[in-house]
């Protein structure tokens, strides 16, 4: 195992289009995390999941965004109808406790034009 | 609500030279503390963390870190910098009261003159 996978590492998108991120969390790894992004900025908290459950979602994130964790295994994150400040990197994140000690994949950037 | 600071949004070393970022945070009880470094373009690598126990804790690439509950801290430190240590340093705290997330300081960006 090589780790968290994230797919695509870049995404160009025009407004008003939908987008789609997948997340391959480590294996045995129960929690998987959303954050995101902005330059300048730590790593904001989007949502997160224990195995196929979706426990929290940040108040960032608008009703154009939505996760699934099919079968406790990969995320998706879609937005849909973008905005161009949706532009940002979107993080994933798994851990194997709710201890915290979470590793990070490479993360999608996003570019809204 | 659990916060983060960072008071220190860029710092510039020369290569030899000792290094100590600083982090404050915000949290009622005994905290999980980590440190994270992001390299351009990159996702986060975890440099070190302290749950409880030693307050001195030694993590990867030469890394340390204090927790001193007295002042809230949680500081970085390396004794002598390289310049591929030139990077974004994050401080986080683990919120376990409820909403079990990581919380993260805005950063701190590393600038390494040779």
């Known amino acids: 195992d090589t780790g968290v996978s994230q797919d695509p590492r870049h995404k160009i998108t025009k407004r008003g289009q939908n987008v789609t991120f997948r997340c391959d969390p480590i294996?045995?790894?129960?929690?998987l995390y959303w954050y995101r992004q902005t330059l300048g900025q730590g790593p904001e908290f989007l949502t997160y999941?224990?195995?196929?459950?979706?426990?929290?979602k940040s108040r960032l994130l608008s009703d154009r965004f939505s996760a699934e964790r099919p079968k406790g295994s990969f995320s998706t994150l879609e937005i849909q109808r973008t905005e161009q400040g949706d532009s940002a990197m979107y993080l994933c994140a798994s851990s194997f406790s709710e201890v915290g000690e979470a590793f990070f994949g490479q993360g999608t950037r996003l570019t809204v034009v | 609500a659990q916060s983060v600071t960072q008071p220190d949004i860029h710092i510039t070393v020369s290569e030899g030279a000792s290094l100590e970022l600083r982090c404050n945070y915000s949290?009622?009880?005994?905290?999980?503390l980590f440190w994270y470094v992001q390299s351009p373009g990159q996702g986060l690598q975890l440099l070190l963390k302290y749950f409880s126990g030693d307050t001195l804790v030694q993590g990867i690439k030469g890394f340390e870190a204090e927790f001193k509950r007295s002042q809230s801290s949680f500081n970085l430190r390396k004794p002598s910098v390289h310049w591929s240590d030139a990077a974004e340093y994050f401080c986080a705290v683990f919120d376990q009261g409820g909403s079990e997330k990581l919380v993260f300081g805005k950063g701190t960006k590393l600038t390494v003159n040779p």
């Open positions: 949290y009622g009880a005994t905290p999980y």
């Open positions: 294996s045995e790894h129960n929690r």
């Open positions: 999941f224990q195995n196929e459950a979706q426990l929290e």
